[in-house]
Structure formats: structure tokens, C-alpha cells
């Protein structure tokens, strides 16, 4: 059971593997933001859990008691009204109005509440900062990195268009090769209209299949990438997460090819049969 007074340890999984924890192994604390050798604590924690990967911060974090970090050597607490220091000693409680906090996760029952905390905390107060609303935070964070989505999508369609493109410039450079097929089509009955159809899905077909071989190097770059993102920065990828835009896209691929194939269709319905089966000198 894990013991708040304890000098235990729970470790984010992107942790144990970097640092190969596993439950039973101790360690030292270090004071800073940057690895120092000299900055190490005499004081030694004791790893009781290991957390599974969940794909959030909590997997690059070591989670100990607050009162162990209390008691860190060197920690003083600031945290009475007065502003007076306390530093925690061996075998005595910590009063709590000593006790201080630099982050708190706050669930509003009542919208309205949220926004009169907010009002006294943000507008009126100096000491602390509301992240209220999240939705809002949240847009203003996407409306900083909007840009990128943007510029990704416009090279997506791009390459649709170019995709097409290719596919019509494929079909036409083939139709006097294919011209005499057209003709021994029409000459056993089959109608200009049957092999405009054909070609419009020869094309689509293509745009088919350009597709699923997009998905299987998608699916390649994918893997790999969630792989070296893990390893790097314990950031978990759900790679094979359903996407309505996963069905949309190949829709629309195909849909793009057929159209594109419209130009190849107009000259194959005006294939002349009779010039068609003439001997080829």
C-alpha cells in the first residue's frame, strides 16, 4: 500500500524504460531543471509501482508523496499567509497552512462558479493563474498551430489533384496503342457509351488502387514514426484509431480518378470503327 509518508516512488512507464526501473529499485532526487551531478539529494526514494502507458504526461513522470518532497533537503515552504519559510523537520508533522502547492486540478460542479473563481483569481488576484475555460485555452492553443493543419491539407489536395492529373495524362498517351481495341469492341456490339464507361473505370480503378497502396506506405510511415516518437518522447501514437476521414479519403480518390477519366472517355466514344480495323501498314 502505498505509504504518503513513505520515501516511495510511483514511475510513469516512458521512465522505467529509458531509466530500466522496476519496482524494488531506489534512487536519488536531483534538485533543478537540468541534470546536474552535484545537485544530487542524500534522501532515497524506493520504486513501489510502475504505471502502464496511457499516452499522456503522466508517462514521463515519478510520482512521490508531497510530504516526501517536503522533506527533501533544502525544500523551505512558503506557504503561510505571512510568507514566513518553514523548513520540515525529522519526525515532526508539517502544519498545513505551511504546506504550499505550485499546480491544482479543479472540477466545477457549476459553470458559474468557474467563472467567479476565475473573475477573483485572474482579474483581481497576482498570486496564481485560472486555466478557465479549457475549451477556449484550448482554441486559442489551436489557433496558434492552425497554421500547420492548414498547410498540410492544402498539400493533400494538391496531391490529389496531381494524382489525377497523372492518371489522365497515362490514359491518353495509350488511346491510339489501345484505338484498334476500341474498334473490335464496337464491331461486336459493344456501344460508344460502353467504352467511354470503360475507360472512366480503367481510371477509377487506378485511383482504387493508388489508394491502398498510399494506405499500406500510410500504414508503414505510421508504424515507424509512432515507434521513434515512443522511443523519444514517450508520446503514444493511436496509430490504428478509426478516422471517418480514413473512408473519406479513398472515397473521394476514387471518386476524383472517374471524373479525371472523363477526358480519355470523350476520345475513346469518338473511336472511328472503320479506321479502327483498317490494316496497319
Do not use: C
Not at 19 to 44: N, Q, T
Not at 198 to 215: D, F
Not at 233 to 249: E, K
Amino acid at each position: 500500500m502505498f505509504d504518503p509518508l513513505a520515501k516511495e516512488a510511483v514511475v510513469g512507464s516512458y521512465v522505467a524504460r529509458k531509466l530500466g526501473m522496476r519496482v524494488g529499485d531506489s534512487f536519488h532526487p536531483y534538485h533543478g531543471l537540468s541534470y546536474d551531478p552535484s545537485a544530487m539529494h542524500d534522501e532515497v526514494f524506493t520504486v513501489v509501482g510502475i504505471l502502464k502507458p496511457t499516452g499522456t504526461p503522466n508517462d514521463r513522470v515519478i510520482w512521490i508523496p508531497l510530504d516526501g518532497f517536503y522533506r527533501i533537503a533544502g525544500h523551505v515552504l512558503r506557504g503561510a499567509r505571512d510568507h514566513s519559510v518553514y523548513q520540515a523537520r525529522a519526525g515532526e508533522a508539517i502544519p498545513d497552512e505551511a504546506k504550499e502547492v505550485s499546480a491544482v486540478m479543479i472540477k466545477f460542479r457549476d459553470p458559474q462558479a468557474a467563472m467567479l473563481l476565475s473573475q477573483m483569481i485572474n482579474q483581481q488576484g497576482t498570486v496564481a493563474t485560472l486555466a478557465w475555460p479549457i475549451p477556449r485555452v484550448m482554441a486559442e492553443l489551436f489557433d496558434k498551430i492552425g497554421w500547420a493543419y492548414r498547410v498540410l491539407a492544402l498539400v493533400g489536395f494538391a496531391v490529389m489533384l496531381v494524382s489525377a492529373a497523372a492518371t489522365v495524362a497515362a490514359l491518353v498517351n495509350t488511346l491510339d496503342s489501345r484505338r484498334r481495341d476500341f474498334a473490335i469492341l464496337r464491331s461486336l456490339g459493344a456501344g460508344r457509351a460502353t467504352v467511354a464507361g470503360l475507360m472512366v473505370l480503367e481510371s477509377a480503378v487506378t485511383g482504387a488502387i493508388g489508394s491502398l497502396a498510399g494506405y499500406l506506405v500510410y500504414a508503414a510511415i505510421l508504424a515507424a514514426a509512432a515507434a521513434l516518437l515512443r522511443d523519444s518522447t514517450g508520446v503514444l501514437l493511436q496509430t490504428w484509431s478509426w478516422h471517418p476521414v480514413l473512408l473519406a479519403a479513398p472515397l473521394g480518390m476514387i471518386v476524383l480518378s472517374g471524373l479525371a477519366g472523363l477526358i480519355p472517355a470523350a476520345q475513346a466514344y469518338r473511336v472511328d470503327v472503320a479506321a479502327g480495323l483498317a490494316p496497319q501498314t
